[in-house]
T-cell receptor, first 117, second 115 residues
Framework: AQTVTQSQPEMSVQEAETVTLSCTYD???????LFWYKQPPSRQMILVIR??????QNATENRFSVNFQKAAKSFSLKISDSQLGDAAMYFC??????????????FGTGTLLAVQP | GAVVSQHPSRVICKSGTSVKIECRSL??????MFWYRQFPKQSLMLMAT?????????EQGVEKDKFLINHASLTLSTLTVTSAHPEDSSFYIC???????????FGSGTRLTVV
């Protein structure tokens, strides 16, 4: 069974600085999808970034980028120029590629990010 | 973009009563919807997967007779918490997918309080 591990329950960063959130996963499959979701105090789940495992290039979305190390099964999220609005719970998630629409997201335990002014 | 509407956002009910939570995909047809439960500062726990027109698939340990899920159309899934008890108090979130590609869209969640 696939598992997702986030080893940092809480992180803190100064405004305008850079922070990296860690995520590792375990799977025997070669092709899959990885995601980072943000859950602010409103508790609305917001997709931050996604990565397809067969793509070597790391995904980037504005200030958010990932470091995808397939062999190491590592998928870290880097937030550059941190803003107060980035404060939230961040979840790493895995999804099988094959098997149809019923594929569920497997979430990590989350990292609570605080941004200090 | 894809929008999922979840109602109500908050509900308080008396112990022993039932409460229904709706999840609607507003601008796409959702072949599959997922229902999650989340405790404070914890991750999302998948309760069940529902496919339009068929019975929901429940995760191990989830009481199917207590958490009734119906997915009668491609745009609506409902979760009914039957005979609610205080320990059912939690945050419930739905998500939907069209089955195309890998996109998931989440509802805004429902905070259920059973008194």
């Amino acid at each position: 069974a696939q598992t997702v591990t986030q080893s940092q329950p809480e992180m803190s960063v100064q405004e305008a600085e850079t922070v990296t959130l860690s995520c590792t996963y375990d799977t025997s499959e070669s092709d899959y999808y990885l995601f980072w979701y943000k859950q602010p105090p409103s508790r609305q789940m917001i997709l931050v970034i996604r990565q397809e495992a067969y793509k070597q290039q790391n995904a980037t979305e504005n200030r958010f980028s990932v470091n995808f190390q397939k062999a190491a099964k590592s998928f870290s999220l880097k937030i550059s120029d941190s803003q107060l609005g980035d404060a939230a719970m961040y979840f790493c998630a895995y999804r099988r590629k094959y098997g149809g629409a019923t594929n569920k997201l497997i979430f990590g335990t989350g990292t609570l990010l605080a941004v200090q002014p | 973009g894809a929008v999922v509407s979840q109602h109500p956002s908050r509900v308080i009910c008396k112990s022993g009563t039932s409460v229904k939570i709706e999840c609607r995909s507003l601008d796409f047809q959702a072949t599959t919807m997922f229902w999650y439960r989340q405790f404070p500062k914890q991750s999302l726990m998948l309760m069940a997967t529902s496919n339009e027109g068929s019975k929901a698939t429940y995760e191990q340990g989830v009481e199917k007779d207590k958490f009734l899920i119906n997915h009668a159309s491609l745009t609506l899934s409902t979760l009914t918490v039957t005979s609610a008890h205080p320990e059912d108090s939690s945050f419930y979130i739905c998500s939907a997918t069209t089955g195309v590609g890998y996109g998931y869209t989440f509802g805004s969640g429902t905070r259920l309080t059973v008194v």
